[in-house]
């Protein structure tokens, strides 16, 4: 049996080395060959000799193509696992996930309502995944591992706990609660690791994504703001702080930038990030919902809210950000846009080109806003001067966001059969060798000024 405590391990960060290389290093250096994945299905893809078993909790559609892959190597010792929800923007997409190893076992949460950003329900995924445990460790039992303490290893950080075979569990989308709800279920029976980062989850997506054309459109944003140096601003629905920097950058050492986020998991990772780039003197993140914002009235100069209003109840959110913005003060907003399809400049037949376009997205749900009422709902909340419209952020895959890349990637592909994976995979090479392979989400975006 092997003991960490404290912060173990060394610090490493190289650059340019892929999440999945990453991630084998600290299993290898905390004396761990084969382990149990939970999430991570692209990582486990990339290293299918490491992994015993996966189980996948609401997955999305980009979910498919690793899973297609992890289910070839044939290196499982049993199905994988994967849970999902009954209703919600991912139910349908579990559908994709599913047709990718049809010998996958399926259990469905009844009445619960998933997306990326929702938690999950502990007791019954806890009780699926240790029945998914004990079966994959009856058929090929794993050396039993003692760990306890936290460290970070080649630039992802790790928190162990707990005697048995070793358990890999990777971010859980967005939700706030993680898998601390689920932990106790397993404290006996399972070495529980658990991995984070911002090389891993939507951790990587979000910073990423911030790098690229969407950066660009959020940068022209905060131009609508109109911030001056020594300025005070907010950032709702901060996430990994990708965007709060950027912030701190505008108003520079005497201004000061809250990064408010419901989700402390997504906290912590932005308050290391924003430390090892010294700008933990600029930035406090402070735990808090985009519905209920726990500052008082007018005590900013200008908010920002970035895929927020798509995510919370968009009305009582906008009445927020002008409740804590000073009269004169802006407020801009960007939503995802479910009305203007994902784009590509992809030569594919025609077939293939209207398959695409039919596949399910991340959706909505009820009260949200991810659509062109974002500029009635603006005006209806009072401000005045409101400006902006529709944007698309592009991308390329020569910019070097490898996480980002395979993320569109994993979408294009869901759903598709393997010939045709094959035919978008060989135009993506091809646009790619030629330099011609763009991508695009669309954005729905207003900036106003406080009345």
């Known amino acids: 049996m092997a003991v960490c405590a404290g912060r173990g391990g060394s610090r490493v960060n190289e650059g340019g080395v892929a999440a999945a290389d990453r991630v084998v290093r600290l299993l290898r250096q905390l004396g761990i060959q084969r382990a149990h994945v939970v999430q991570g299905v692209a990582e486990a893809a990339a290293h299918p000799e490491t992994v015993a078993s996966l189980a996948l909790i609401a997955p999305a559609a980009s979910a498919s193509s690793p899973l297609h892959q992890l289910a070839r190597s044939r290196r499982l010792v049993t199905p994988p696992l994967i849970i999902h929800s009954e209703a919600g923007p991912l139910s349908a997409q579990a559908t994709l996930v599913l047709a990718a190893d049809p010998d996958a076992t399926a259990v469905v949460l009844r009445g619960y309502v998933s997306a990326h950003w929702t938690d999950t329900r502990a007791d019954q995924i806890a009780a699926a995944l240790l029945t998914h445990l004990a079966e994959a460790d009856r058929r090929s039992p794993l050396p039993k591992l003692r760990l306890a303490g936290e460290g970070e290893i080649a630039g992802i950080s790790y928190q162990a706990r707990g005697s048995g075979p070793p358990v890999i569990f990777f971010p859980l989308h967005l939700a706030p609660s993680q898998w601390e709800p689920v932990l106790p279920a397993f404290a006996e029976h399972y070495c529980t690791i658990i991995l984070g980062g911002p090389h891993l989850g939507f951790a990587s997506i979000l910073e990423q994504r911030a790098e690229g054309g969407y950066g660009a459109v959020v940068d022209e944003l905060i131009d609508a703001l109109r911030l001056a140096p020594g300025g005070v601003a907010v950032d709702v629905g901060c996430g990994t702080g990708a965007l709060t920097r950027r912030l701190a950058r505008r108003v520079g050492p005497t201004g000061r930038v809250v990064g408010a986020d419901i989700n402390a998991y997504l906290l912590r990772e932005a308050s290391a990030i924003a430390q090892h780039q010294e700008l933990g003197d600029v930035i406090a993140f402070e735990v808090g919902s985009a519905e209920a914002l726990p500052f008082p009235d007018g005590r900013f100069d200008a908010a920002l809210a970035c895929t927020v209003l798509d995510e919370v109840d968009a009305d009582r959110g906008l009445a927020e950000l002008a409740r804590v913005v000073r009269p004169g003060g802006r407020v801009a907003v960007l939503v995802r846009a479910v009305d203007i399809p994902a784009w590509d400049s992809l030569p594919l037949r025609p077939e293939l080109r209207a398959k695409l376009a039919a596949r399910p997205s991340a959706g909505v749900t009820a009260g949200t806003c991810a659509d062109p009422s974002l500029y009635r709902r603006f005006r209806a909340a009072g401000f005045a001067h409101v400006t902006m419209g529709p944007r698309f952020a592009i991308d390329r895959p020569e910019d070097g966001r490898p996480e980002w ?25 091809q646009a790619s060798a030629e330099h011609s392979f763009l991508w695009a989400f669309g954005y729905h975006c207003a900036v106003g000024t406080k009345v």
């Open 405 to 429: 890349r395979d993320y569109y990637e994993g979408l294009s592909v869901a759903g598709l059969s393997e010939a045709e994976a094959a035919e978008w995979r060989a135009a993506a090479a």
